[in-house]
């Protein structure tokens, strides 16, 4: 630093910082040499190494990326691009992405398209000018869209909570319908049996893949699927609600288990149960979807829910566009398994907490 606590500037170039030339004079090497250091490349003694790159943190040297780039053909920055404009599915996605591609030197930018086909357009040529080196694709929902490999030409794309109607892209989703059978199983195995299902639109993939997943549970454990036990709705508290008077408020009937497709219907119901001085676990035991920690662990009480997983689809997105850079094919629809976290809702509280105590154990 400079006596006034600015950056230095280089003597040779006159430029604001610090380039390779100086940190090869202060080092006592040669710029050849100090290259192959810094670039962690070339036979060199593992002293000369060290020497350089200490030099280089001591004078804050930082490497030119654009030249970088404009050498090596490659911009090492990814785009990412969603319509989830609340960041619910996109967060845990990007930031496990970020952690994978920040290991081998590439930067993400995020965009959101907010369901807009032109705003998605503008934010594709804006990357396509930064020369991304790949494109990650992700959503609110894992229905499937128009592939974008014909806007972004050459370049590596992924799809992650999202598909493409595209047989040769690979997308990257959570196993729906195993995460459903696997809340049936749990509420099965806590001696439920008339398991009511509070699903959302039918138009979603991810609702009628969890109905399906539902069938087969009930299926595997001997019980018959009963239709006046499954109702449709959307995406909300209220319908939670409304969907808890539709079952309780007839006399004969009355379901022992909820299964609800995502947690804010899991949530809405058992806040009617409640109202309605019906216990929650003892009296009906509810498992949720998503595990939305935010709500879950707001409920009365907390709830069990089916976790889709997201920060494992985020790494294994990452790792899908890394193998695509290093020419390999890769494609198809793979299905990624959830998992259940239960909690009181579902369970009694020595139960749940037993299970806890399993999972910071790392038992299965």
């Known amino acids: 630093m400079s006596a006034n606590g600015s950056a230095p500037r280089s003597e040779r170039t006159g430029r604001s910082g610090p380039t390779i030339h100086d940190v090869a004079r202060t080092a006592g090497v040669s710029i050849s040499t100090a290259s192959k250091a810094l670039n962690r490349k070339g036979s060199l003694t593992s002293e000369t190494r060290e020497r350089v790159l200490t030099v280089a943190g001591a004078i804050g040297y930082r490497p030119n990326e654009l030249a970088q780039s404009l050498h090596s053909a490659r911009s090492k920055t990814v785009g990412l691009i969603t319509n989830d404009s609340f960041g619910r599915f996109s967060f845990p996605i990007f930031e496990a992405l970020e952690e994978k591609l920040a290991d081998q030197g590439f930067a993400v930018f995020m965009c959101n398209a ?3 086909p032109a705003r998605e357009r503008q934010h ?3 990357l396509m000018r930064k020369r991304i080196d790949g494109l990650v694709v992700t959503a609110r929902r894992a229905d499937k869209r128009p592939a974008l490999s014909f806007l972004v030409p050459g370049v590596p794309v992924v799809y992650v909570y999202s598909q493409a109607d595209d047989p040769a892209a690979i997308c990257l989703v959570p196993d729906d319908e195993g995460g459903a059978r696997m809340a049936v199983a749990h509420l099965v195995g806590q001696g ?3 398991i009511a299902h509070i699903s959302g639109p039918k138009r979603f993939e991810a609702v009628r893949l969890r109905q399906a997943g539902y069938r087969a549970g009930l299926k ?6 009963d239709t006046s036990l499954h109702v449709n709705g959307e995406w909300s508290e209220n319908w939670g609600r409304s969907a808890v008077a539709h079952f309780f408020e007839r006399k004969a009937g009355r379901p022992d288990a909820l299964f609800c497709d995502n947690d804010q219907i899991a949530r809405g119901a058992s806040e009617a149960l409640r109202e309605r001085g019906v216990a929650v676990p ?3 035991a509810i ?4 595990n939305w920690e935010v709500m879950a662990l707001g409920a009365r009480p907390p709830l069990s829910s089916v976790d889709m997983n997201l920060h494992t689809l985020g790494r ?3 790792e899908a566009l890394l193998a695509i850079m290093s020419g390999e094919r890769v494609t198809g629809v793979r299905r990624l398994p959830c998992s259940l976290i239960i909690r ?3 369970a009694c509280e020595l139960c749940a907490e037993m299970f806890r105590t399993k999972q910071r154990a790392g038992s299965p």
């Open 282 to 284: 003892k009296d009906a």
């Open 220 to 225: 595997a454990a001997g019980i018959a699927y």
């Open 344 to 346: 009181e809702s579902s």
């Open 287 to 290: 498992v949720g979807f998503d």
């Open 316 to 318: 294994e997105a990452g």
């Open 192 to 194: 439920r049996r008339r």
């Open 124 to 126: 594709l040529d804006q």
């Open 114 to 116: 907010t369901d807009d």
